[in-house]
């Protein structure tokens, strides 16, 4: 078998009204996604999507002619492109969306089994006073999802623990709250700089009484001993991050010295789905927890499902959502059906070979820029 093309769709969604997510300064008015397909001499296609694969043209001529089931030499091809500037791993998904297409299986059993399905957490975008914020969390809570994510923003400290605050009052003991501050993420043209570890020493000691799930990325990443701090002084609240982390040796340096209690590399935007595997497996061999970020659309949640259903991520899995601003429907724009959690707030592995992305093919062909 050769890849006989790979070819991107550059889609452009307007959102009305925009999404003014917590870590953009800027609203967003429209949603970009890039579909990547491959294309093989069998007939066979993988699809994969996630990062915006900006500049790929230059490197498109290392896969194209190579048989796409030689994953291994994939990645590594891969690694040296991203090397340069790009962050092609969507393209990692769609290999193996046409490995999982070739072997009859879904890409989750090829990547171990674990689970057939994984509960999710609503995962927040917007700031919303407390009384709002209730209000959706109440309504997450009807709709099946057992926990939500609240992002706190460094610029409206009191006013984020507050609403973490509204949010355990209303909805008790019983429901799980996750904290993002975000501190790892930067859009381009932030040179704010981060709150400092004294003040962020403050916040999440205020968080771990109200009895947050977890704190996602308190700290920059480089501040190793900083996150051992925060672990050391709040033993009752895991620390999360690494979602945008390029890095596997420096990963696997944060699991060596056990910086984190939940890992969080995303398999189509930070280091792929086959090196996102060896560190995830690392971290269930030290005990600790891995679920990926999976922030981008429902290609990207596809791929990470398919990794964390198959290495047993957990407990949960990021389900990004946050209505009106951000829906299934918009999420997921390019797919034939938005994925949906079932009765039991879980997000289920489809049955079908590969990842199981189904293309609204009308959708691609409206919104393509």
């Given at each position: 078998?050769?890849?006989?093309?790979?070819?991107?769709?550059?889609?452009?969604?307007?959102?009305?009204?925009?999404?003014?997510?917590?870590?953009?300064?800027?609203?967003?008015?429209?949603?970009?996604?890039?579909?990547?397909?491959?294309?093989?001499?069998?007939?066979?296609?993988?699809?994969?999507?996630?990062?915006?694969?900006?500049?790929?043209?230059?490197?498109?001529?290392l896969?194209?002619?190579?048989?796409?089931?030689?994953?291994?030499r994939?990645?590594?091809?891969?690694?040296?492109?991203?090397?340069?500037?790009?962050?092609?791993?969507?393209?990692?998904?769609?290999?193996?969306?046409?490995?999982?297409?070739?072997?009859?299986?879904?890409?989750?059993?090829?990547?171990?089994?674990?689970?057939?399905?994984?509960?999710?957490?609503?995962?927040?975008?917007?700031?919303?006073?407390?009384?709002?914020?209730?209000?959706?969390?109440?309504?997450?809570?009807?709709?099946?999802?057992?926990?939500?994510?609240?992002?706190?923003?460094?610029?409206?400290?009191?006013?984020?623990?507050e609403?973490?605050?509204?949010?355990?009052?209303?909805?008790g003991?019983?429901?799980?709250?996750?904290?993002?501050?975000?501190?790892?993420?930067?859009?381009?043209?932030?040179?704010?700089?981060?709150?400092?570890?004294?003040?962020?020493?403050?916040?999440?000691?205020?968080?771990?009484?109200?009895?947050?799930?977890?704190?996602?990325?308190?700290?920059?990443?480089?501040?190793?001993?900083?996150?051992r701090?925060?672990?050391?002084?709040?033993?009752?609240?895991?620390?999360?991050?690494?979602?945008?982390?390029?890095?596997?040796?420096?990963?696997?340096?944060?699991?060596?010295?056990?910086?984190?209690?939940?890992?969080?590399?995303?398999?189509?935007?930070?280091?792929?789905?086959?090196?996102?595997?060896?560190?995830?497996?690392?971290?269930?061999?030290?005990?600790?927890?891995?679920?990926?970020?999976?922030?981008?659309?429902?290609?990207?949640?596809?791929?990470?499902?398919?990794?964390?259903?198959?290495?047993?991520?957990?407990?949960?899995?990021?389900?990004?959502?946050?209505?009106?601003?951000w829906?299934?429907?918009?999420?997921?724009?390019?797919?034939?059906?938005p994925l949906?959690?079932?009765?039991q707030?879980?997000?289920?592995?489809?049955?079908?070979?590969?990842?199981?992305?189904?293309?609204?093919?009308?959708?691609?062909?409206?919104?393509?820029?």
């Amino acid at each position: 078998m050769k890849i006989t093309g790979i070819t991107l769709d550059h889609l452009r969604l307007p959102l009305d009204p925009p999404l003014r997510a917590a870590w953009d300064p800027e609203p967003r008015r429209h949603f970009d996604a890039t579909v990547v397909r491959v294309h093989t001499d069998e007939g066979v296609t993988g699809i994969g999507s996630g990062d915006t694969m900006a500049g790929f043209e230059a490197v498109r001529h290392l896969f194209v002619g190579t048989d796409p089931l030689d994953i291994v030499r994939h990645v590594k091809a891969l690694e040296t492109a991203n090397f340069h500037g790009g962050s092609y791993w969507p393209l990692e998904a769609a290999l193996w969306d046409v490995i999982g297409q070739v072997a009859g299986l879904p890409v989750a059993t090829l990547f171990g089994n674990a689970a057939r399905s994984l509960p999710v957490y609503a995962s927040t975008a917007e700031l919303k006073p407390p009384a709002e914020r209730v209000e959706a969390a109440q309504r997450a809570r009807e709709e099946g999802f057992r926990a939500l994510k609240i992002r706190i923003d460094r610029d409206r400290v009191a006013e984020g623990i507050e609403t973490v605050a509204a949010v355990r009052e209303a909805l008790g003991p019983d429901f799980d709250i996750m904290v993002d501050l975000n501190q790892s993420w930067r859009m381009a043209g932030d040179t704010a700089p981060a709150t400092d570890l004294a003040a962020t020493r403050r916040i999440v000691r205020r968080l771990a009484e109200l009895d947050v799930f977890w704190v996602e990325e308190p700290l920059p990443y480089a501040d190793i001993d900083g996150f051992r701090t925060l672990r050391a002084e709040n033993p009752g609240v895991r620390i999360a991050a690494g979602e945008m982390h390029h890095s596997v040796p420096e990963l696997l340096r944060y699991l060596e010295h056990d910086v984190l209690d939940v890992y969080q590399m995303d398999a189509v935007l930070a280091v792929g789905m086959h090196r996102a595997r060896t560190l995830a497996e690392v971290a269930s061999v030290k005990h600790r927890a891995f679920t990926p970020h999976s922030w981008t659309n429902g290609i990207g949640l596809l791929a990470n499902l398919a990794l964390a259903a198959g290495v047993g991520a957990g407990p949960y899995l990021e389900f990004p959502y946050d209505p009106p601003g951000w829906t299934p429907q918009r999420r997921d724009f390019m797919l034939a059906q938005p994925l949906m959690i079932n009765e039991q707030g879980e997000l289920s592995v489809s049955h079908q070979p590969g990842l199981g992305v189904e293309l609204d093919e009308e959708a691609v062909e409206r919104w393509r820029i």
